[in-house]
């Protein structure tokens, strides 16, 4: 079993940045493959990044790339989004997100994701 329990979300404004993080428990931390994705009202939950077991593999939504960096750090069990140049569309509850299936493939739909934080709330405003 892994808990995820997200942090760093709030208000900011269009052009700022934000560095979100994820705190995993669980003694398999190193062999999950890690994601965030975000859900805004009214719409589906959307892949944001993703990255494999040792940061070899990462995967970026064509709306986030050259934007957004997804990092991990095995040691401390915890993924990290760094999110500079933030869009008021970027506006969203972000979820972390831990595949367990395998720890190189990188998958951009939900529902191969085994294991979800609670969500943190990012505002971008205009």
């Known amino acids: 079993q892994v808990q995820l329990v997200e942090s760093g979300g709030g208000l900011v404004q269009a052009g700022g940045s934000l560095r979100l993080s994820c705190e995993a428990s669980?003694?398999?931390?190193?062999?999950?493959?890690l994601g965030w994705f975000r859900q805004a009202p009214g719409k589906e939950r959307e892949f944001v990044a993703a990255?494999?077991?040792?940061?070899?593999?990462?995967q970026y939504a064509d709306s986030v790339k050259g934007r957004f960096t997804i990092s991990r750090d095995n040691a401390k069990k915890m993924v990290s989004l760094q999110m500079n140049s933030l869009k008021p569309e970027d506006t969203a509850v972000y979820y972390c997100?831990?595949?367990?299936?395998?720890?190189?493939?990188?998958?951009?739909?939900?529902?191969?994701?085994?294991?979800w934080g609670q969500g943190t709330q990012v505002t971008v405003s205009s």
């Open positions: 997100a831990a595949d367990a299936s395998s720890p190189v493939y990188v998958f951009k739909r939900s529902d191969e994701y085994d294991y």
């Open positions: 669980g003694r398999t931390f190193i062999s999950y493959v």
């Open positions: 990255i494999s077991w040792n940061g070899g593999n990462t």
